[in-house]
């Protein structure tokens, strides 16, 4: 069984960084990619950044250069680092993981969320 623990957030102050971190536990096959979702009051969830099991990274255009995510050694943690934070990024940030299974759907999990607040 696969677990996602997030970690990481907090409050921090415009302009200011911080870095997300998420481990998942368990034997992963058929990795398809790992990344990060946020969701803001009263918005959707929205792709934040993701990484594919080529290395390819995808990025939400309103996070592009402050940005970045990552993957450790061990492939089974991955990072959030931001940058240069605004207001409007302050949102529930939820780890996410896409596995690809032979002859059936993609299976996701997700992360419980860690709340990044970005306020002066």
């Known amino acids: 069984q696969v677990q996602l623990v997030e970690s990481g957030g907090g409050l921090v102050q415009p302009g200011g960084s911080l870095r997300l971190s998420c481990a998942a536990s368990g034997i992963i096959f058929g990795f398809k990619s790992m990344g990060w979702y946020r969701q803001a009051p009263g918005k959707q969830r929205e792709l934040v950044a993701a990484m594919d099991s080529d290395g390819d990274t995808t990025y939400a255009d309103s996070v592009k250069g402050r940005f970045t995510v990552s993957r450790g050694n061990a492939k089974n943690t991955v990072y959030l680092q931001m940058n240069s934070l605004k207001p409007e990024d302050t949102a529930v940030y939820y780890c996410?993981?896409?596995?690809?299974?032979?002859?059936?759907?993609?299976?996701?999990?997700w992360g419980q969320g860690t709340q990044v607040t970005v306020s002066s």
């Open positions: 996410h993981l896409s596995l690809r299974a032979l002859g059936r759907p993609d299976y996701d999990y």
